[in-house]
């Protein structure tokens, strides 16, 4: 079993920032990359980054050159750091794990019912 939790989300202004942390705990051997995901009211799910095992990157275009995702070198917290944050960002943040590390990258998605969730932590851009 894997456990994750996010933290760190709130308000901010337009062109402020943010950092998200997610803690992973339990079996964390089981999984090979680990993502961010976002999901506003009324819009689909949107994969922002991952990153695998070896810090392989991917990014979103809606995102390239402002957020950078990094995890620690226990590999057991992972990081979002979110620069010029724009009304268009606000949103619930889910950390996610797994071992689809192929399908994640080609697709910046996760097939239905796989992987590892946290719970979300909001971030609010006032415009």
């Known amino acids: 079993q894997v456990q994750l939790v996010e933290s760190g989300g709130g308000s901010v202004q337009t062109g402020g920032s943010l950092t998200l942390s997610c803690e992973i705990s339990g079996n964390t051997g089981i999984t090979n990359s680990m993502a961010w995901f976002r999901q506003a009211p009324g819009k689909e799910r949107e994969g922002v980054a991952a990153?695998?095992?070896?810090?392989?990157?991917r990014y979103a275009d809606s995102v390239k050159g402002r957020f950078a995702i990094s995890q620690d070198d226990g590999n057991n917290t992972l990081y979002l750091q979110m620069n010029s944050l724009k009304p268009e960002d606000t949103a619930m943040y889910l950390c996610?794990?797994?071992?689809?590390?192929?399908?994640?990258?080609?697709?910046?998605?996760?097939?239905?019912?796989?992987?590892?969730w946290g719970q979300g932590t909001q971030v609010t851009v006032a415009s």
């Open positions: 996610a794990a797994t071992i689809q590390r192929e399908i994640l990258f080609k697709y910046l998605k996760l097939p239905e019912g796989s992987g590892y």
């Open positions: 990153i695998d095992n070896e810090g392989r990157t």
